[in-house]
């Protein structure tokens, strides 16, 4: 099989392993930089893979309005089109059409929408979306669903009914994963016996991996952490499980104790646009006076690239600059710290010692006393 996950040893319900795919096997526990428009903002290919990125994502939405599936397509793929040679995942474009988009009608067939870049009548329902993945050419590919807003009961309650519906379009319009693996959405919101409805009616088309949706957009940390409680063990022991869109230091800690398996999110290059740096203290407002005259590293410890050459004081200069280069730097930083956060979580569940590990790492980042 091109697509295959074994699970290699766990800590509770949390688990250490490798998903293998077409282009390169992933290990997880994963957190996964955001290329939305086939690029990480700032971040050449050649530094993700020097921080060691093992999946990429992009957004079929965004390419499927510009420059277009089909030129990616003839231009050899996302992977040739991009230059990453590693795994990538699509998610479906619908979060992006509820989202972004002015919205002219969903009905149980799609969604009709204008684009935000032209104002042009656009059309997608669940064939569309595989469709404009399977010329995309990701590996990791995304049924197309509802997201709504998680803690309105009626509304999430036909969001559920919409998603079951079009995954099973998606499955019919793709029934093969030896090449792609289409993965499920399981929403809900926070409401369990709604999460369990739709998980149920999931598991019965047998994706190759289920991804948790409908989180980290708009509840609180709470209610998301209760949610992945009862979410979870919903899900086979045997196939990854990914949350989507959730990448706060403190967020990754708990979905990894609660058997999360891949993680994505676009805060870490954002933040960077900000001028925010992340480290083990927390968020550090890199365009802060005190930081003028600091020669000390971004984070100390820190191997990443920024960290091993500039001071904070040059840092500091290339954002009052409105230099790229501080930008890049501090992308580089921030997608540094949250995979090698991700590596030490996985190294902790190998060695025995996943509660050692999350407890120092968050009484130092949330600055408990």
Known sequence: MSFEFEVIKTHGRARAGIFHTPHGSIPTPVFAPVGTQATVKAVPPR???????????????????????????????????????????????????????EINKIDNDGVTFRSHLDGSKRRLTPEISMHIQQNLGADIIMCFDECPIPTDRRIVEAAVERTTLWAERCREAHPDDSTQALFGIVQGGVFEDLRLRSANALLSLNFPGYAVGGLAVGETKEQ????????????????????????EPDDLVQGVLRGIDIFDCVMPTRLARHGAAMTKDGRVNMGNATHIRDPRPIDEGCTCYCCQHFTRAYVRHLLKAEEILGYTLLSVHNLSFLIEHMRAMRTAILEDRLPQYTHAFLQRYMQIA
Request: charged letters at 15%; aromatic letters at 10%; proline letters at 6%.
């Open 224 to 247: 998301m952490y209760h949610a992945l409680d009862f979410t979870v063990p919903m899900l086979p022991d045997n196939k990854p499980r990914y949350l989507m869109g959730v990448g």
């Open 47 to 101: 530094d993700l893979h020097e921080i060691g990125a093992s999946l990429v994502l992009a957004n079929t939405y965004h390419l499927h309005l510009r420059p277009g599936d089909e030129l990616v397509h003839e231009m050899g793929g996302l992977h040739r089109f991009m230059a990453w040679s590693g795994p990538i995942l699509t998610d479906s474009g619908g979060f992006q059409v509820f989202s972004l988009a």
